[in-house]
Every structure is written in structure tokens, then in C-alpha cells.
């Protein structure tokens, strides 16, 4: 499981069990969920349960888990639970066992056996297309789409106008949704970035990609479509081939009206609007893989190469060195990135091909105060860290990162987390007993063993822990 | 402002784990599948191992595979299709397994590293199936149908056994060529040189690629090819690959010492028909998430070795005093090892019954004075401690 999906996992994890179900009905789905968000050790689990006669008892899958790896099995276990993946049974001898929920399980052998009818996995055109479009330039295209959307939020914070830099205009469309996701707001016709908008730029393309689909997901019913048809053709668009056109005949009425949407996006291509065909680009095939994504323009001049190297070992191009003594230089010429940069570095020179400047007190402080955090900074600057950068471990000079921490913290002392307080137990055991599961969980914030209380950040799986323990 | 201890600054918390090599080497020997051919046909076996191969590559978006044919006259690969057609090995499995793998691997080496094999393989383009599983089924089904009709009954008479020696190295070889390629430094390409220099560096930082090899084995008497195998098994142990076995019929003898010998996993199940579920219940973990699980091994291994000079397998055997090699027999051609050719004579052994040296009686000590013998009296400290004593 990656960064760019854990988000699209936690949206999965809060849909209700109905829409679970009907996700389930498409093999091309339940594999993608399967590939994509499940940890490593819940894929075992489940592939172990696939095939298994009866169902398995909660004692064997005790002895079957190192006791060194309690937790993780814990953890496993309430992932699967919350996707409605695995069931929990109670049989006559009141012993518990684990179930793969039938659905998910028939689908995924059918996506394992490649057997049934579903025609999940798109069907690809039978009519060769006579002009047909090559992989490079769906790369173009997809590049373009998604960086004039990131332009439009930063550019105008920076005071660069959109229309001038990159050409052609962000749909009216994708307008309202950056504004229902609260990436941007509109004060007197002039946009501005928010916070959410800046964690959202400064993220990986695939994250990015995710975070705008959940945005549209949320509205999907506002706009009259079903929320599992929009689902699950993401994640069929996820499993479909680069550079293959796909008949849109077997689509239905809500993915109809979404090709228009992606489209705008740039996660899908069509010729045209009347077009009956459609071919997915490099933004939709990597939305169920992180490898060999679509990285943003620095990339420009190495595109040529990337493109024949196979999606699978993309390399990890960076373009920014950090100095110990602050100095930064970016070895690139888009504008968007170079107006990202200044979002926190002070710069001072420009070359054709470099940009060179330095992170001040000021600049970060600045950035600070426009709703940036300093870990989005420094994740920012260490995912597109220079290939030369990225023999040192951690990546960029330890100095440096403290320090920009530490002009973050001259302004905020406080942190806040939203969550629950347990307090009044009744006894130390029970105490302990839950405080160690929510560890475990990995949702305790903070303890205070002396006054027997806890402060957890998620408070459902506990409580049907305490549910089960009630029981006995 | 207790956050700030450079305890965390480690931001990118990358816990997925890293992409899994599962090379399978499948044992195709017609005599022992025709053998099993009651509880489990040959057709039904690769069935299941295709569906295991598709829950391996789901795993892992990564996640490569190779699969292997050691069959009885030759080892050739499975997947990724070789791009040169291999020409006939005339190898007649008495001869070195190793070396009939050596053959084959500089052949398909060019091309074997590219992904699902050549393009013009024509793949039906069916909307039921993900295409990645499709491409690696094709290409598999293709080229192993492709390995039955190039045997001809010749072969089959020649020899029992299979090339699991011949196989092990493709195997490995491939898998060291992989790791390698996925190094994470372009300059390897470049410069090997320089990745040799901050190799230290190169290892500690980033887990490249984890590798295992998985032999599902039919047939028994290996103990002919007990070199080749043996060094393959020392080669894992070394690069740290575990070797699964996955034995559903036959002796056990050499596969099991794998499994021991690199920490992989042993399985050697009663009623081979459930041969789906103990491949995904014992075998699709990878070395990740073995860490938390776990693992059938084998009980007692038999650490029994063959001999050199009939591949026997022997409990008590002779061993040459320069090479280690281990012979059945005493009596070698002219006396010399059969490996590195020192002389080697038993006679003396063999006709003096051992003689029993009797011990000489120690002379009386001499109380006090003895220390006062050794010698480094020059220095005052150790000439004054007889003094003391």
C-alpha cells in the first residue's frame, strides 16, 4: 500500500456495507482493491482464505501468526473487516471464525481464473481506429490536462495569470469541483489557493490524481450519478492497457457522462465528443499502481527515455538539490514548478534550465502563514529530490530539516487532533488491555497510564472491540 | 519543541514492501506426471499453478515471475518467452546438469529480461481477464505446449530422471541478472565501478528486489545430479533466496536439504489434489510477509549426501583428505579421487588394525623449580615469581 492510495482506501473504508456489495459484484474492481489497498499481510490472508473449503477458525489464525506480529495481524484483520471483506462468524460451539465474504471471494477468483462474463476489464475496440494516437502522445495530453489544473490554483497565488503560461483554459467543470474540494476559493473573481490546495499540489501525481476523484466521488450524487459506477469504472480504468482503444458501447449511463469529466482531467482521451472509442492514458492505468507514473514536467526532456522504459521501472527522476547552507537549485524550466518553489523559497537567479535560490527564515515563515506545513515542504523536496541527492540518507541535509521545522514551530506551539477521550474504566486491566489495542490499531494518540486514560482518533473499531468483548 | 530530536526525520516513511521474484521451477518429467496422472493430471496442475502465479502477481504491483520447465532432456524457460529460438541441447541427462544451464542461459539472456516476452504474441483480447494475467498465461501455455512437442520418445527413453540442477541455475542466474538491473542507481548501468565503491551504502538503503524460488517436484532419484543441485542450493544460501519445495511426489532426499539449507519452505502433502490451496496458503507469501507468519518446514531433514562415484545416496561413506568429495567405495580407479586426483590409499588403513599407542608415564614434576624452566626469565618480573611461589 502506497501514500496515494491509503487515501482512497480511508474513502473506501467509510462507505456503508451495501455499497461494499455491489463494489464486489465487478471482478476488475474487487482485484484493484485487492492490489492497491490492502496491506501486504491481509492480501496473504485473504489469498490463504480464497481457496479454503471451510472456514478459518480465529484459533488457527492465531497459531498461523508469528506472536511477534500480533499487530499486525490486528491491523490486517480490522482493514478487511471495515471493507466488509472478511466476516466474522460465530458458529453453535460459540467459536469464532473468519469468512471471506462471498461476493468479494467469487469475484476475485473470477478475476484470478479470468473466468465468467463480466467483460470488466473493458472491451477493447474491434474497428481499428484510423487515426489512432500513439502512447507519447497520450503522455503529452495527460501532462497537459493535469498541469494546467495545477496552474490554475498556483499560478494565480503567485500572480503568474494561467492564460498566459500554459495556453489553454481549465474547464468550467474542473473549476467547481477544485472549489468543492476546497482546494481553492473564489474572493471577487480572483482565486486563491487554500491549505487543503496546498497539501494537494505538493503531493505526488498519482496522490493528487486520487485526491481530486474523491472530491468528485463526494459530488458524484449531486450530479446524478451512482457512486458505485463511478467506483468501479475507476478502478476498471486502473487495470486497462496504455495505448489500446476501448469501446464505450458497454458503459453505462453514469460512465457515459463521466468520460467528459476524465476527459478534462486528462485521464482519459477521445478523438472526439461523438467518438466511440476511448483510450486511457498514463494517469488512469497507474491509478491501481503507483510504478511508472506520470511525473510532472521536470521530466520534460527526459520524456523520450521514460517512455520507452517499460512502466514497471520508471526511474525515480528528481530535479532539486538541497545544500546544507540552504542554498537550493532546481534543475528545471516549468513554470509550475518553478511557481511552486516560490511558494517557499526565496530565488534568485533563473537559467534556461536551472533555477537557483535559497530557503530563508522569511520565505518559510511566509509560506507558513499562506497554510503550508512544514512536513508538506519537506515531503515535497524529498520526492523530487535529485537523483545525486538521493544517495544520502535521509535525502536532504538533517540540518536543513530541522531547521525549517523549527521556524514552523516559532509560530505554532499547539497541535490539534479531532478525536475521542476514554476515560472511567473500571479496572487497570481493562485499561491496559484496550489502550494496547488501540495501539495496536495504530490510533492512540496519547495516554496517561496514572489516570487510566486514553485519547484514541478513531473510535469505531474500538468500540466493536468492546462490543465483542461484552459478548463473552 | 521536544518534536525536534532528529528522531523522525526520516519523512518518507515508505513501508511497502519491496517487489517479489518468484521464480517457479516446474518439474515437467512425463514419466512422473503420467504416474500422478490418476490423482492429478498434468492439465489440472498447471491450472492451479497459473491461478497461484496470477495471486502472486496481484500481490504485488511489481511483482514479477518466471517460470522454468526442468524437463527430462532440458531446462528451458517458461516465461518470459526466450527471444531465440534455443536449438537442441544434446545433453542426456547423465551428463553435468549445470552446464546444459549455462548453454541455455546465454541464449535466452539478451531478451529474457524483457517484460511478458515478445510483442507478437498474439493475445486473445478477452474483457474477462486482466491483461497482465493474460499476457504471462499465453506465453506460458504457448511455450510449454511448444516443449512437448519437441519431445520425442528418444528422449523420454534415455533418462528417468529430470534437469532440476539445470533449472536451479537458470533460476538463479536470472534472478541475479534481475537484482542487478533493479538496482536502484542508474550509475550501475554506467559505471559498475562506482556502484561497487558505495556498495555499503547501495545495500543499506534501499531493499531492491526479494527473490524465491519455488520447485514444484513430481520426481524422484536426483541423487545423480547432487553437484549441480548442491551448488545451487550453496549459491541461494548465499544470496540469501529461500527455495521452496513444493514436492508432490517422489524421494526427498536433496530438496529437502534446500529448503533447510536457504529457510525455505518444505511441503510434502499426503493427497496431492489440493495442490491450489497449499499453494496459496504456503507458498504466495512472500519473504515479507513471512516475517509474520508462520511457515511449514521440513521435520527431519535427511542430510544424507550421494556419492561421487555412483550417486548413491550413502549413510556412511568415504571421504578424499583434500577435496572433501565422498565415494561409496574404497577402491577407485589406480587410487586416485575421481575429483582433484590426489592419491589416496587405504591399504594402510585397512590392513594395520588401528594400533593402540601406549601411553608413556610422565616424568615426576619437579615441585617448584618447574616454572623457573620456561623460558622469558630475563625480565625482573618473571624471574621473581619462582621466588614467590
Not at chain 1, 482519459?268 to 491509478?287: H, Q
Request: aromatic residues 8%.
Amino acid at each position: 500500500m502506497s501514500a496515494s492510495s491509503s487515501q482512497a482506501l480511508e474513502y473506501l473504508e467509510l462507505l456503508p456495507r451495501q455499497t461494499h456489495t455491489k463494489l464486489y459484484e465487478q471482478p476488475s474492481t474487487v482485484l484493484a482493491i485487492f492490489r492497491c489497498m490492502l496491506p501486504h499481510l491481509a492480501k496473504s490472508l485473504v489469498m490463504a482464505m480464497l481457496y479454503m473449503p471451510s472456514s478459518l477458525s480465529a484459533q488457527d489464525l492465531d497459531t498461523w501468526f508469528r506472536p511477534t506480529a500480533r499487530s499486525d495481524k490486528d491491523k490486517s484483520i480490522s482493514i478487511l473487516e471495515q471493507l466488509h471483506i472478511v466476516v466474522l462468524k460465530q458458529d453453535a460451539s460459540r467459536q469464532n471464525s473468519y469468512e471471506l465474504s462471498k461476493g468479494f471471494a467469487r469475484a476475485l477468483r473470477q478475476a484470478l481464473e479470468g473466468s465468467g462474463s463480466h467483460r470488466s476489464f473493458g472491451v477493447p475496440s474491434s474497428e481499428t481506429d484510423p487515426d489512432k494516437v500513439t502512447v507519447a502522445f497520450l503522455d503529452e495530453f495527460a501532462q497537459g490536462q493535469w498541469e494546467n489544473i495545477l496552474f490554475y490554483m498556483v499560478g494565480s497565488t503567485v500572480g503568474l495569470s494561467s492564460s498566459n503560461a500554459l495556453g489553454r483554459d481549465v474547464g468550467e467543470g474542473t473549476k467547481a469541483l477544485l472549489r468543492l474540494g476546497e482546494f481553492v476559493k473564489s474572493t471577487h473573481a480572483r482565486v486563491s489557493i487554500t491549505r487543503a490546495g496546498f497539501t494537494f499540489v505538493l503531493q505526488e501525481t498519482s496522490a493528487q490524481v486520487w485526491s481530486l476523484l474523491i472530491v468528485y466521488l463526494k459530488h458524484a450524487d449531486q450530479l446524478g450519478m451512482s457512486e458505485t459506477d463511478v467506483l468501479s469504472f475507476l478502478f476498471m480504468l486502473g487495470s486497462l492497457e496504455l495505448g489500446q482503444d476501448y469501446t464505450i458501447s458497454t458503459l453505462s449511463a453514469t460512465q457515459l457522462q463521466m468520460l467528459e469529466d476524465l476527459y478534462a482531467f486528462g485521464i482519459i482521451y477521445r478523438s472526439n465528443e461523438k467518438a466511440k472509442t476511448f483510450y486511457p492514458t498514463r494517469l488512469a492505468v497507474t491509478l491501481t499502481s503507483d510504478a511508472g507514473m506520470l511525473s510532472t514536467s521536470s521530466t520534460l526532456r527526459n520524456k523520450a527515455i521514460s517512455n520507452e522504459v517499460s512502466h514497471r521501472s520508471a526511474p525515480n527522476t528528481g530535479f532539486i538539490i538541497v545544500e546544507t547552507n540552504y542554498r537550493l537549485y532546481a534543475y528545471t524550466d516549468s513554470l509550475l514548478q518553478i511557481s511552486i518553489l516560490s511558494l517557499f523559497t526565496k530565488l534568485t537567479t533563473r537559467f534556461p534550465n536551472l533555477v537557483s535560490g535559497k530557503l530563508t527564515k522569511e520565505s518559510i515563515t511566509r509560506a507558513v502563514k499562506l497554510g503550508i506545513s512544514s512536513a508538506q515542504i519537506l515531503s515535497y523536496l524529498t520526492s523530487h529530490a535529485h537523483p545525486q541527492m538521493q544517495k544520502n540518507n535521509p535525502y536532504l541535509p538533517p540540518t536543513v530539516m530541522d531547521q525549517i521545522r523549527l521556524w514552523e514551530y516559532e509560530g505554532e506551539r499547539v497541535e490539534t487532533t479531532n478525536g475521542f477521550l476514554m476515560k472511567d474504566f473500571p479496572s487497570d486491566a481493562e485499561y491496559r488491555d484496550l489502550a494496547a489495542y488501540a495501539e495496536s490499531l495504530g490510533v492512540l494518540i496519547w495516554r496517561n497510564d496514572a489516570r487510566r486514560m486514553c485519547f484514541v482518533d478513531r473510535v469505531d473499531q474500538i468500540s466493536s472491540y468492546l462490543k465483542k468483548k461484552s459478548q463473552k | 519543541m521536544n518534536a525536534i530530536d532528529g528522531t523522525d526525520r526520516q519523512i518518507k516513511t515508505d513501508n511497502s514492501p519491496p517487489p517479489s521474484l518468484l521464480a517457479i521451477v516446474l518439474d515437467t518429467n512425463p514419466h512422473a506426471w503420467a504416474h500422478l496422472s490418476s490423482t492429478l493430471p498434468l492439465r489440472n496442475a498447471l491450472a492451479n499453478i497459473l491461478v497461484f502465479i496470477n495471486a502472486h502477481l496481484a500481490s504485488g504491483n511489481a511483482n514479477e515471475v518466471v517460470v522454468i520447465a526442468a524437463h527430462s532432456h532440458r531446462a528451458v524457460f517458461l516465461y518470459p518467452t526466450p527471444k531465440t529460438p534455443t536449438p537442441r541441447n544434446n545433453s542426456n541427462g547423465n551428463g553435468n546438469g549445470a552446464a546444459n544451464g549455462d548453454v541455455d542461459m546465454n541464449e535466452t539472456g539478451a531478451g529474457s529480461m524483457e517484460d511478458g516476452g515478445p510483442k507478437d504474441v498474439s493475445i486473445s483480447d478477452n474483457p474477462n481477464k486482466y491483461r497482465p494475467f493474460a499476457v504471462v498465461e499465453s506465453a506460458i501455455l504457448q511455450n510449454f505446449a511448444a516443449l512437448l512437442d519437441a519431445t520425442t520418445p528418444a528422449h523420454l527413453a534415455a533418462t528417468p530422471t529430470t534437469l532440476i540442477g539445470g533449472a536451479l541455475s537458470l533460476a538463479l542466474s536470472y534472478i541475479a541478472k534481475s537484482t542487478l538491473l533493479r538496482s536502484p542507481l542508474d550509475s550501475v548501468v554506467d559505471n559498475p565501478l562506482s556502484a561497487l565503491a558505495d556498495s555499503e551504502t547501495l545495500h543499506t538503503k534501499r531493499e531492491s528486489l526479494t527473490s524465491r524460488i519455488l520447485i514444484v517436484s513430481v520426481s524422484g532419484d536426483l541423487a545423480n545430479q547432487y553437484i549441480p543441485v548442491m551448488n545451487s542450493i550453496f549459491a541461494a544460501q548465499r544470496k540469501r533466496i529461500p527455495i521452496d519445495i513444493l514436492k508432490l511426489a517422489g524421494d526427498t532426499v536433496l530438496l529437502q536439504q534446500a529448503s533447510d539449507a536457504t529457510g525455505g519452505v518444505y511441503m510434502k502433502p499426503d493427497r496431492p489434489e489440493g495442490l491450489l490451496q497449499y499453494l496459496m496458503m504456503a507458498f504466495l507469501p512472500d519473504t515479507t510477509a513471512r516475517r509474520s507468519l508462520v511457515m511449514p518446514s521440513a521435520g527431519g531433514v535427511d542430510f544424507r549426501a550421494a556419492c561421487f562415484c555412483h550417486r548413491n545416496v550413502v549413510d556412511i561413506g568415504y571421504v578424499c583428505s583434500v577435496c572433501l568429495s565422498i565415494f561409496c567405495t574404497s577402491d577407485l580407479p589406480s587410487n586416485l579421487c575421481l575429483t582433484c586426483g590426489s592419491y589416496l590409499s587405504l591399504r594402510s588403513a585397512q590392513t594395520n588394525p588401528p594400533a593402540l599407542v601406549p601411553r608413556k608415564k610422565k616424568k615426576k614434576k619437579r615441585a617448584g623449580g618447574a616454572d623457573s624452566t620456561t623460558p622469558g626469565g630475563s625480565t625482573p618480573a618473571g624471574s621473581g615469581t619462582p621466588m614467590h611461589s
